[in-house]
């Protein structure tokens, strides 16, 4: 059972420290190449402002989005719609609805077959975790995570083993992890408009960043980089921009393991510790700078990581292209 638990902890940590946390806000708005401006200067920025880039949807939205992605080298492309509309208090729910895979694993998953085998992971697969956002685009919370969280204990994988569905039950629903996971939740909004809300939109600028994540009840420091790359290729209305953050060192990887900790208690082997780690995700956008609409936004990330005298590396990607010529409402 340890051999069990122990990855599947690992693995809700390395999705969970998600990289469009808070840490992304750390560079915004320059006023030099080496500091940024507070929150509230921030949070004045509009669309009209040419020099900063501002969140303008206009809701209610509801936008294709094409995703092409690799996990462990299991690949996926995928179709779902974004759609946003106003709350009565002003916040915007945003959704991922109407999720359909189309390859799985390079077959076609599109076939009366595959949705079959599908159709019990596809709610666990697809996430479909209402979002608050704020009227100024940065994401809030997630709502619904009791739901998530039984879908994920009714997988195959864990269901199967009544001891580990229910150590997975106590830990998905400890504080430690209901915090990750809400944080975590909010990744996509984050890389396709929150990262970027109140950075500088001057072409060629490189902003540099010590920031902290958090991890349980300790937080890990990060470093970040954020440049501005200039127009984006074939549509001078949109730039490329890009911000990188790098985790790595004694204190992540104490950080890592006291989490694990706190989340396993005592099946956490104490005679197995992690040695080192280092995660370096980088999430590039072309997007609209007076609205923060995307064309295109990718994530790519790296974890290399040693523990009980045993390195490994894991990679992952996902590719959003986003289709507004198909947009309903957005106006």
Same mark, same amino acid.
């Given at each position: 059972?340890?051999?069990?638990?122990?990855?599947?902890?690992?693995?809700?940590? !390395?999705? @969970?420290? +998600?990289? *469009? &946390?808070?840490?992304?806000? %750390?560079? #915004? !708005?320059? @006023?030099? +190449?080496? *500091? &940024?401006?507070?929150?509230? %200067?921030? #949070?004045?920025?509009?669309?009209?402002?040419?020099?900063?880039?501002?969140?303008?949807?206009?809701?209610?939205?509801?936008?294709?989005?094409?995703?092409?992605?690799?996990?462990?080298?299991?690949?996926?492309?995928?179709?779902?719609?974004?759609?946003?509309?106003?709350?009565?208090?002003?916040?915007?729910?945003?959704?991922?609805?109407?999720?359909?895979?189309?390859?799985?694993?390079?077959?076609?998953?599109?076939?009366?077959?595959?949705?079959?085998?599908?159709?019990?992971?596809?709610?666990?697969?697809?996430?479909?975790?209402?979002?608050?956002?704020?009227?100024?685009?940065?994401?809030?919370?997630?709502?619904?995570?009791?739901?998530?969280?039984?879908?994920?204990?009714?997988?195959?994988?864990?269901?199967?083993?009544?001891?580990?569905?229910?150590?997975?039950?106590?830990?998905?629903?400890?504080?430690?992890?209901?915090?990750?996971?809400?944080?975590?939740?909010?990744?996509?909004?984050?890389?396709?408009?929150?990262?970027?809300?109140?950075?500088?939109?001057?072409?060629?600028?490189?902003?540099?960043?010590?920031?902290?994540?958090?991890?349980?009840?300790?937080?890990?420091?990060?470093?970040?980089?954020?440049?501005?790359?200039?127009?984006?290729?074939?549509?001078?209305?949109?730039?490329?921009?890009?911000?990188?953050?790098?985790?790595?060192?004694?204190?992540?990887?104490?950080?890592?393991?006291?989490?694990?900790?706190?989340?396993?208690?005592?099946?956490?082997?104490?005679?197995?510790?992690?040695?080192?780690?280092?995660?370096?995700?980088?999430?590039?956008?072309?997007?609209?700078?007076?609205?923060?609409?995307?064309?295109?936004?990718?994530?790519?990330?790296?974890?290399?990581?040693?523990?009980?005298?045993?390195?490994?590396?894991?990679?992952?990607?996902?590719?959003?292209?986003?289709?507004?010529?198909?947009?309903?409402?957005?106006?």
């Amino acid at each position: 059972m340890r051999n069990t638990r122990l990855p599947l902890l690992l693995l809700l940590f !390395t999705a @969970a420290c +998600g990289a *469009s &946390s808070e840490a992304t806000k %750390e560079p #915004a !708005t320059p @006023a030099s +190449g080496s *500091s &940024s401006t507070s929150r509230d %200067e921030v #949070a004045d920025a509009t669309p009209a402002n040419e020099n900063i880039l501002s969140f303008g949807w206009k809701v209610p939205c509801r936008v294709p989005v094409e995703r092409v992605s690799e996990k462990k080298g299991k690949d996926a492309k995928m179709r779902f719609f974004v759609a946003a509309r106003r709350m009565k208090d002003g916040k915007i729910e945003v959704r991922i609805e109407d999720t359909e895979f189309l390859v799985l694993n390079g077959q076609d998953a599109t076939t009366p077959e595959a949705q079959e085998k599908l159709a019990p992971m596809l709610p666990l697969l697809s996430m479909p975790v209402p979002m608050i956002i704020s009227a100024e685009g940065e994401y809030l919370e997630a709502r619904g995570l009791d739901k998530v969280i039984e879908q994920m204990l009714a997988t195959p994988a864990i269901a199967r083993n009544a001891e580990l569905t229910a150590f997975m039950a106590k830990t998905l629903r400890s504080p430690q992890m209901q915090a990750q996971i809400a944080s975590a939740a909010g990744d996509s909004w984050n890389a396709w408009v929150g990262a970027w809300i109140g950075l500088s939109n001057s072409p060629g600028e490189v902003v540099e960043a010590d920031d902290t994540v958090p991890a349980g009840s300790e937080t890990i420091p990060v470093r970040l980089r954020f440049e501005h790359h200039g127009k984006a290729k074939g549509d001078d209305a949109l730039v490329r921009v890009s911000i990188t953050q790098t985790l790595e060192g004694e204190k992540a990887a104490q950080g890592l393991a006291n989490l694990v900790r706190e989340m396993a208690g005592p099946h956490f082997p104490k005679d197995m510790p992690i040695e080192n780690i280092r995660r370096v995700t980088r999430t590039e956008a072309e997007t609209d700078p007076r609205t923060l609409r995307p064309r295109h936004v990718r994530f790519e990330q790296t974890v290399d990581m040693t523990m009980g005298g045993k390195s490994q590396t894991t990679r992952e990607f996902k590719d959003d292209t986003f289709d507004w010529s198909r947009a309903e409402g957005c106006r």
